[in-house]
T-cell receptor, first 112, second 110 residues
């Protein structure tokens, strides 16, 4: 069974530029998560979807971050404009309605 | 906030059993204990979970105390590839969220 797919794996951008990350969850998984992991810290939840609806986006910095999951499958996380403190790993994860959550390999962002 | 307390780091000799403790004294009756690990530059990997009974799978064993206030993850024969950060997480199926702490950095010594 294929796991959670993410791209790009690595991205370097200048501050004030924009970036987008893509996630394809495990087939059949209704719940999709985006986490941010800053170096040396545990992952922090940014947003949670169930199918194509947002369940929790309370930790998403909405002035610069946006996410969508249009057909209840793939999802895109966008940052615009990026700040230096956005340098982190962005992890996508999915689960079947709250059962065990599985993570992708992550997208590494460096803002210079 | 994470509801667990773990040691910051531990060492274990290769081939020996690695025992990673976790305190979760405020765990509720319907909350599970989940363990994940994260090897450098990879996403968190699911290891095992349990509610109140001890659990074993091909990767590890999970021992939960009778009062459920603490647990121990056991890697029976540690290898160098087990070097990683191990996260103990209290999980509520109701809100379907994993809240990570800072985990335990386990180093396997040759």
């Amino acid at each position: 069974e294929a796991g959670v797919a993410q791209s790009p794996r690595y991205k370097i951008i200048e501050k004030r530029q924009s970036v987008a990350f893509w996630c394809n969850p495990i087939s059949g998984h209704a719940t999709l998560y985006w986490y941010q992991q800053i170096l040396g810290q545990g992952p922090k939840l940014l947003i949670q979807f169930q199918n194509n609806g947002v369940v929790d986006d309370s930790q998403l910095p909405k002035d610069r971050f946006s996410a969508e999951r249009l057909k209840g499958v793939d999802s895109t996380l966008k940052i615009q404009p990026a700040k230096l403190e956005d340098s982190a790993v962005y992890l996508c994860a999915s689960s079947y309605y709250g059962n065990t959550i599985y993570f992708g390999e992550g997208s590494w962002l460096t803002v210079v | 906030d994470a509801k667990t307390t773990q040691p910051t780091s531990m060492d274990c000799a290769e081939g020996r059993a690695a025992n990673l403790p976790c305190n979760h004294s405020t765990i509720s009756g319907n909350e599970y204990v989940y363990w994940y690990r994260q090897i450098h530059s990879q996403g968190p990997q699911y290891i095992i979970h349990g509610l109140k009974n001890n659990e074993t799978n091909e990767m590890a064993s999970l021992i939960i105390t009778e009062d459920r206030k603490s647990s121990t993850l056991i890697l029976p024969h540690a290898t160098l590839r087990d070097t990683a950060v191990y996260y103990c997480i209290v999980y509520d199926f109701g809100n379907e969220k994993l809240t990570f702490g800072t985990g335990t950095r386990l180093t396997i010594i040759p």
